[in-house]
T-cell receptor, first 109, second 112 residues
Framework: GQQVMQIPQYQHVQEGEDFTTYCNSS?????IQWYKQRPGGHPVFLIQ?????EVKKQKRLTFQFGEAKKNSSLHITATQTTDVGTYFC?????????FGKGTSLLVTP | DAGVTQSPTHLIKTRGQHVTLRCSPI?????VSWYQQVLGQGPQFIFQ???????GRGNFPDRFSARQFPNYSSELNVNALLLGDSALYLC???????????FGDGTRLSIL
């Protein structure tokens, strides 16, 4: 079945540094979704990418969907302490949304 | 509008028991999905229900079952509990299938 892999597993940055997490799927994706989960919280939807090569921005966050629709990335510019949490990508396979293991971001002031 | 609500928030059971977890979706959402999240891992898909029918099932044993009611609320049942069933169980709703998921706060299940 479909497997979604994310790297790195952890990232520790100083506030103001940039951060990138990468997501790769074993199969072509119809779309990819990104979620953020704060410690002790539940996943919160950030964005959905559908088109090959699509790039979407949300303030300091930039999301990309690969040309082959098998990989994606999330880049955060000038991290803030409010960016702390685990970022998950999730690929749709039939009716199942398959999540990666996530990248946990720690930001120190 | 209220978000996705789940009950109970915490539950402690012993091996061999069964458990029922409940979920009320956002008003107007017809799709409900259940996920299991073990500490340090991403949510793992268990079931999706849409319009009261099971539309998808993840790689979980038959001890796991679910249903969706006419008001679109849902129950997840787990029989013959094992230690490995200890996890956060998340319910998510969406307008239709394949739309972004809105998650509840989850039920934390501990098996002793």
């Amino acid at each position: 079945g479909q497997q979604v892999m994310q790297i790195p597993q952890y990232q520790h940055v100083q506030e103001g540094e940039d951060f990138t997490t990468y997501c790769n799927s074993s199969t072509t994706l119809s779309n990819i979704q990104w979620y953020k989960q704060r410690p002790g919280g539940h996943p919160v939807f950030l964005i959905q990418l559908v088109k090959s090569g699509e790039v979407k921005k949300q303030k300091r966050l930039t999301f990309q969907f690969g040309e082959a629709k098998k990989n994606s990335s999330l880049h955060i510019t000038a991290t803030q302490t409010t960016d702390v949490g685990t970022y998950f990508c999730a690929g749709l396979s039939g009716y199942a949304l398959n999540f990666g293991k996530g990248t946990s971001l720690l930001v120190t002031p | 509008d209220a978000g996705v609500t789940q009950s109970p928030t915490h539950l402690i059971k012993t091996r061999g028991q069964h458990v029922t977890l409940r979920c009320s979706p956002i008003s107007g959402h017809k799709s409900v999905s259940w996920y299991q999240q073990v500490l340090g891992q991403g949510p793992q898909f268990i079931f999706q229900y849409y319009e009261k029918e099971e539309r998808g099932r993840g790689n979980f044993p038959d001890r796991f079952s679910a249903r969706q009611f006419p008001n679109y609320s849902s129950e997840l049942n787990v029989n013959a509990l094992l230690l490995g069933d200890s996890a956060l169980y998340l319910c998510a709703s969406s307008l239709t299938r394949n739309q972004p998921q809105h998650f509840g706060d989850g039920t934390r299940l501990s098996i002793l």
